[in-house]
Nanobody, 120 residues
Framework: VQLQASGGGSVQTGGSLRLSCAAS????????VGWHRQAPGKQRELVAH???????NYADSVKGRFTISRDNAKNTLYLQMNSLKPEDTAVYYC???????????????WGQGTQVTVSS
C-alpha cells in the first residue's frame, strides 16, 4: 500500500494544523494506523494511533491537544493538532500495520513525512 501524507506547515504557538494521509487502497478500516513524529536529533515517537478495533491511543505529550481519526470511505487518516507548541516541531509520518495495534519500529507501510514547525 502507498501512503501520501500532507498538511504540514509553519504555525505559531497555539495554532492548529490538520495532517492527512491518503492510502492507495482500503487499508485503514482493517488495520492499525498511526502517526509518528521525529524531531532533529531525537528518536521517532509514536504520537497517536487507532487499533484495528477502533480504539484510539495518544502519547501523554499530546493528549487533549491532538485527535486522530480516519475516514474509511475516503481511505484517509487524519491528525488534528491544536494548541501547538514549539516542542511539537518534527517530521510527521503516517503508518499502517497489519496488526491489532501499532508497534513502535520500522514495521508496515509509511508515508513520506510532512514537516510541522511551531514557532514561539
Amino acid at each position: 500500500v502507498q501512503l501520501q501524507a500532507s498538511g504540514g506547515g509553519s504555525v505559531q504557538t497555539g495554532g492548529s494544523l490538520r495532517l492527512s494521509c491518503a492510502a492507495s487502497g482500503s487499508v485503514f478500516s482493517i488495520n492499525a494506523v498511526g502517526w509518528h513524529r521525529q524531531a532533529p536529533g531525537k528518536q521517532r515517537e509514536l504520537v497517536a494511533h487507532i487499533t484495528s478495533g477502533g480504539r484510539t491511543n495518544y502519547a501523554d505529550s499530546v493528549k487533549g491537544r491532538f485527535t486522530i481519526s480516519r475516514d474509511n470511505a475516503k481511505n484517509t487518516l487524519y491528525l488534528q493538532m491544536n494548541s501547538l507548541k514549539p516542542e511539537d516541531t518534527a517530521v510527521y509520518y503516517c503508518n499502517v500495520q497489519s496488526s491489532p495495534i501499532i508497534v513502535p519500529g520500522p514495521f508496515g507501510s509509511w508515508g513520506q513525512g510532512t514537516q510541522v514547525t511551531v514557532s514561539s
